[in-house]
């Protein structure tokens, strides 16, 4: 089983930085996707960014040029530097974690228990 905990969201005014940090632990096997997710009220759950174990990286449009995603592949942590926030990035921001493990290489798709970030205007 794979485990992810998220760090470092909380409240920040428009135009401010946070950094968002997630570990994976467990049996993660090799990592080859991880990424980020968030969900505002009344809204789905939407792609934020995504980056592979190789390092290719995916954006939604609307971070693009603002949040930057990285990893340590040798720590099993992804992160998240979002700067010039704006209100509408409030949400509960989540990370992915696509692997296998084990020695049938079975694929997983873990998420981890989200946490808040919440820009004022």
């Known amino acids: 089983q794979v485990h992810l905990v998220e760090s470092g969201g909380g409240l920040v005014e428009a135009g401010g930085s946070l950094r968002l940090s997630c570990v994976a632990s467990?049996?993660?096997?090799?990592?080859?996707?991880m990424g980020w997710y968030r969900q505002a009220p009344g809204k789905q759950r939407e792609l934020v960014a995504t980056i592979t174990r190789g390092g290719s990286i995916n954006y939604a449009d609307s971070v693009k040029g603002r949040f930057t995603i990285s990893r340590d592949n040798g720590k099993n942590t992804v992160y998240l530097q979002m700067n010039s926030l704006k209100p509408e990035d409030t949400a509960v921001y989540y990370c992915n974690a696509d692997g296998i493990y084990g020695r049938s290489w079975s694929p997983y798709h873990s998420w981890g228990q989200g946490t808040q970030v919440t820009v004022s205007s």
């Open positions: 467990g049996s993660t096997g090799v990592i080859h996707l």
